[in-house]
Protein backbone atom coordinates (compact mmCIF):
# COMPACT_ATOMS: atom_id res chain seq x y z
CA UNK A 1 0.00 0.00 0.00
CA UNK A 2 1.14 3.39 -0.86
CA UNK A 3 2.30 5.63 2.11
CA UNK A 4 0.07 8.87 2.40
CA UNK A 5 1.34 11.84 3.15
CA UNK A 6 0.35 13.65 7.22
CA UNK A 7 -2.44 15.32 7.40
CA UNK A 8 -3.98 13.63 4.20
CA UNK A 9 -6.98 11.69 5.93
CA UNK A 10 -7.87 15.25 7.15
CA UNK A 11 -7.83 16.20 3.25
CA UNK A 12 -9.92 13.50 2.46
CA UNK A 13 -12.85 14.18 5.20
CA UNK A 14 -12.48 17.90 3.99
CA UNK A 15 -13.00 17.35 0.40
CA UNK A 16 -15.81 14.78 1.27
CA UNK A 17 -17.85 17.47 3.84
CA UNK A 18 -17.56 19.92 0.87
CA UNK A 19 -18.87 17.65 -1.21
CA UNK A 20 -22.41 17.83 1.06
CA UNK A 21 -22.84 21.78 -0.40
CA UNK A 22 -23.91 19.95 -3.66
CA UNK A 23 -26.32 17.50 -2.70
CA UNK A 24 -30.55 18.85 -2.33
CA UNK A 25 -33.16 17.36 -1.11
CA UNK A 26 -35.20 15.06 -3.58
CA UNK A 27 -32.06 13.98 -5.08
CA UNK A 28 -30.69 10.39 -6.37
CA UNK A 29 -27.29 10.65 -5.57
CA UNK A 30 -24.34 7.49 -6.43
CA UNK A 31 -22.34 6.68 -4.05
CA UNK A 32 -19.08 6.02 -4.13
CA UNK A 33 -16.57 3.16 -3.01
CA UNK A 34 -13.26 4.08 -1.53
CA UNK A 35 -12.08 5.86 1.67
CA UNK A 36 -13.06 9.37 0.63
CA UNK A 37 -16.21 8.31 -0.57
CA UNK A 38 -16.78 6.68 2.76
CA UNK A 39 -16.30 10.11 4.35
CA UNK A 40 -19.10 11.40 1.90
CA UNK A 41 -21.33 8.57 2.93
CA UNK A 42 -20.67 9.06 6.58
CA UNK A 43 -21.51 12.67 6.57
CA UNK A 44 -24.15 12.51 4.20
CA UNK A 45 -25.59 9.77 6.45
CA UNK A 46 -26.08 12.82 9.45
CA UNK A 47 -28.05 14.40 7.18
CA UNK A 48 -30.30 11.88 5.88
CA UNK A 49 -30.60 10.64 9.71
CA UNK A 50 -31.62 14.57 10.45
CA UNK A 51 -34.67 14.64 7.50
CA UNK A 52 -32.50 14.83 4.17
CA UNK A 53 -34.41 12.92 1.64
CA UNK A 54 -32.13 11.20 -0.83
CA UNK A 55 -32.47 7.83 -2.81
CA UNK A 56 -28.62 6.88 -2.56
CA UNK A 57 -27.61 4.25 -5.16
CA UNK A 58 -24.47 2.73 -4.06
CA UNK A 59 -21.50 1.11 -6.24
CA UNK A 60 -20.79 -1.70 -4.32
CA UNK A 61 -21.92 -4.30 -1.85
CA UNK A 62 -19.62 -2.49 1.05
CA UNK A 63 -20.96 0.87 0.08
CA UNK A 64 -24.40 -0.64 0.29
CA UNK A 65 -24.14 -2.02 4.00
CA UNK A 66 -22.42 1.33 5.00
CA UNK A 67 -25.26 2.76 3.18
CA UNK A 68 -27.53 1.00 5.13
CA UNK A 69 -26.33 1.46 8.21
CA UNK A 70 -26.56 5.36 8.16
CA UNK A 71 -30.08 5.14 7.36
CA UNK A 72 -30.08 5.75 3.09
CA UNK A 73 -32.81 4.96 1.40
CA UNK A 74 -31.38 2.86 -0.88
CA UNK A 75 -32.31 2.57 -4.68
CA UNK A 76 -31.05 0.77 -7.97
CA UNK A 77 -30.11 1.74 -11.90
CA UNK A 78 -33.03 -0.02 -12.97
CA UNK A 79 -35.34 1.93 -10.25
CA UNK A 80 -33.64 5.13 -10.75
CA UNK A 81 -32.15 4.66 -14.09
CA UNK A 82 -30.83 8.69 -14.13
CA UNK A 83 -29.00 9.96 -11.10
CA UNK A 84 -29.26 13.52 -10.35
CA UNK A 85 -25.40 12.88 -9.08
CA UNK A 86 -22.98 10.75 -8.35
CA UNK A 87 -20.11 11.41 -5.23
CA UNK A 88 -17.05 9.51 -5.87
CA UNK A 89 -13.03 9.14 -5.09
CA UNK A 90 -10.58 8.60 -7.71
CA UNK A 91 -6.93 7.20 -7.49
CA UNK A 92 -5.31 9.91 -9.81
CA UNK A 93 -6.62 12.90 -11.39
CA UNK A 94 -5.14 14.97 -14.34
CA UNK A 95 -5.69 18.73 -15.36
CA UNK A 96 -7.94 17.86 -17.81
CA UNK A 97 -10.55 15.41 -14.71
CA UNK A 98 -9.45 12.85 -16.29
CA UNK A 99 -9.32 9.78 -13.83
CA UNK A 100 -7.66 6.52 -12.67
CA UNK A 101 -10.24 4.60 -10.44
CA UNK A 102 -10.77 1.10 -9.53
CA UNK A 103 -8.05 0.68 -6.61
CA UNK A 104 -10.92 -0.17 -4.53
CA UNK A 105 -12.08 -2.97 -7.22
CA UNK A 106 -15.62 -1.29 -7.78
CA UNK A 107 -14.40 0.25 -11.22
CA UNK A 108 -17.17 -1.49 -13.46
CA UNK A 109 -19.98 -0.33 -11.14
CA UNK A 110 -18.39 3.22 -10.60
CA UNK A 111 -18.38 3.98 -13.99
CA UNK A 112 -21.73 2.75 -14.89
CA UNK A 113 -23.20 4.84 -11.84
CA UNK A 114 -21.43 7.63 -13.03
CA UNK A 115 -22.15 7.52 -16.26
CA UNK A 116 -25.89 7.46 -15.77
CA UNK A 117 -25.67 10.89 -13.71
CA UNK A 118 -26.55 13.81 -15.07
CA UNK A 119 -22.79 14.96 -12.59
CA UNK A 120 -20.25 13.36 -11.04
CA UNK A 121 -18.27 15.11 -8.18
CA UNK A 122 -14.88 13.99 -7.64
CA UNK A 123 -13.54 14.56 -4.50
CA UNK A 124 -9.70 13.55 -3.27
CA UNK A 125 -7.22 14.98 -1.47
CA UNK A 126 -4.11 17.32 -3.01
CA UNK A 127 -2.10 14.31 -3.24
CA UNK A 128 -3.99 12.67 -6.01
CA UNK A 129 -3.69 15.55 -8.37
CA UNK A 130 -1.05 14.71 -11.28
CA UNK A 131 0.41 16.03 -14.54
CA UNK A 132 0.01 12.80 -16.12
CA UNK A 133 -2.09 10.17 -15.63
CA UNK A 134 -0.10 6.32 -14.77
CA UNK A 135 2.09 6.50 -11.47
CA UNK A 136 -1.02 4.49 -10.29
CA UNK A 137 -1.50 0.94 -11.47
CA UNK A 138 -4.18 1.19 -13.87
CA UNK A 139 -7.13 -1.42 -13.15
CA UNK A 140 -8.55 -3.36 -15.66
CA UNK A 141 -11.35 -5.49 -14.87
CA UNK A 142 -11.52 -8.97 -17.14
CA UNK A 143 -13.88 -12.33 -17.45
CA UNK A 144 -11.95 -15.26 -15.71
CA UNK A 145 -12.58 -17.20 -18.49
CA UNK A 146 -9.25 -16.81 -20.68
CA UNK A 147 -7.89 -14.30 -18.21
CA UNK A 148 -4.13 -15.48 -19.23
CA UNK A 149 -5.52 -14.83 -23.36
CA UNK A 150 -7.06 -11.32 -22.54
CA UNK A 151 -3.98 -10.38 -20.39
CA UNK A 152 -1.83 -11.23 -23.55
CA UNK A 153 -3.92 -9.01 -25.61
CA UNK A 154 -3.84 -6.00 -23.04
CA UNK A 155 0.01 -6.27 -23.31
CA UNK A 156 -0.38 -6.34 -27.07
CA UNK A 157 -2.63 -3.43 -27.79
CA UNK A 158 -0.52 -1.41 -25.14
CA UNK A 159 2.91 -1.96 -26.58
CA UNK A 160 1.43 -0.17 -29.88
CA UNK A 161 1.38 2.81 -27.84
CA UNK A 162 4.52 2.48 -26.68
CA UNK A 163 3.49 1.61 -23.01
CA UNK A 164 4.78 -1.25 -21.37
CA UNK A 165 5.13 -2.45 -17.61
CA UNK A 166 4.52 -4.92 -14.95
CA UNK A 167 1.40 -6.79 -15.09
CA UNK A 168 -0.30 -8.61 -12.50
CA UNK A 169 -3.85 -10.26 -11.34
CA UNK A 170 -5.26 -8.24 -8.51
CA UNK A 171 -4.97 -10.90 -5.60
CA UNK A 172 -6.96 -11.18 -2.01
CA UNK A 173 -5.84 -13.75 0.83
CA UNK A 174 -3.87 -15.41 -1.52
CA UNK A 175 -6.32 -15.83 -4.64
CA UNK A 176 -7.25 -13.63 -7.58
CA UNK A 177 -9.97 -11.28 -6.21
CA UNK A 178 -13.70 -11.84 -7.74
CA UNK A 179 -15.23 -8.10 -7.99
CA UNK A 180 -18.64 -7.93 -6.94
CA UNK A 181 -19.58 -8.11 -10.79
CA UNK A 182 -17.58 -11.89 -10.57
CA UNK A 183 -14.67 -10.77 -12.19
CA UNK A 184 -10.70 -10.50 -11.58
CA UNK A 185 -8.82 -7.33 -11.95
CA UNK A 186 -5.39 -6.84 -13.80
CA UNK A 187 -3.38 -4.43 -12.32
CA UNK A 188 -1.23 -2.31 -15.32
CA UNK A 189 1.64 -0.64 -14.52
CA UNK A 190 2.44 1.19 -17.40
CA UNK A 191 4.35 4.34 -15.69
CA UNK A 192 3.49 8.05 -17.68
CA UNK A 193 0.22 7.24 -19.91
CA UNK A 194 0.59 9.75 -22.77
CA UNK A 195 -2.52 9.47 -24.56
CA UNK A 196 -5.10 7.87 -22.08
CA UNK A 197 -7.76 8.21 -24.77
CA UNK A 198 -6.32 6.10 -27.01
CA UNK A 199 -5.54 3.73 -24.73
CA UNK A 200 -9.14 3.54 -23.68
CA UNK A 201 -10.24 3.29 -26.92
CA UNK A 202 -7.73 0.55 -27.27
CA UNK A 203 -8.92 -0.71 -24.06
CA UNK A 204 -12.43 -0.75 -25.25
CA UNK A 205 -11.97 -2.66 -27.95
CA UNK A 206 -10.30 -6.55 -26.45
CA UNK A 207 -12.54 -9.02 -25.84
CA UNK A 208 -12.50 -10.58 -22.37
CA UNK A 209 -12.08 -7.03 -20.79
CA UNK A 210 -15.04 -5.95 -19.14
CA UNK A 211 -14.03 -1.98 -18.14
CA UNK A 212 -11.08 -0.37 -17.19
CA UNK A 213 -9.67 2.13 -14.49
CA UNK A 214 -9.70 4.95 -17.33
CA UNK A 215 -12.64 7.85 -16.86
CA UNK A 216 -12.50 9.83 -19.55
CA UNK A 217 -15.17 13.15 -20.34
CA UNK A 218 -16.94 11.26 -17.17
CA UNK A 219 -16.10 13.85 -14.33
CA UNK A 220 -18.41 17.35 -14.00
CA UNK A 221 -16.03 18.41 -11.43
CA UNK A 222 -13.27 18.17 -8.50
CA UNK A 223 -13.54 19.25 -5.05
CA UNK A 224 -9.71 18.97 -3.69
CA UNK A 225 -8.91 19.27 0.27
CA UNK A 226 -5.48 20.30 1.09
CA UNK A 227 -4.31 21.80 4.36
CA UNK A 228 -7.66 22.86 5.57
CA UNK A 229 -8.41 24.35 2.05
CA UNK A 230 -10.96 23.19 -0.60
CA UNK A 231 -9.95 23.35 -4.07
CA UNK A 232 -12.87 23.31 -6.82
CA UNK A 233 -11.71 22.06 -10.25
CA UNK A 234 -13.62 22.14 -13.56
CA UNK A 235 -12.93 21.00 -16.84
Not at 28 to 51: D, K, P, Q
Not at 53 to 71: D, N
Request: no cysteine; proline share 4%.
Amino acid sequence: MTEKAPGSDADRRLAAEAALDEVKSGMTVGLGTGRTAEYFVRALGERVRGGLKIVGVPTSEEVARLATTEGFQLGTLDSEPVLDLVVDGADEIDPQLRLIKGGGGALLREKIVASAARRMIVIAESAKLVEHLGAFPLPIEVIAFGLTATRRHIEAAASKLGLSGHFSVRERGGVPLVTDSGNHIVDASFGLITDPDRLATALDGITGVVEHGLFIRIASGAIIGKDGMVRRLSP
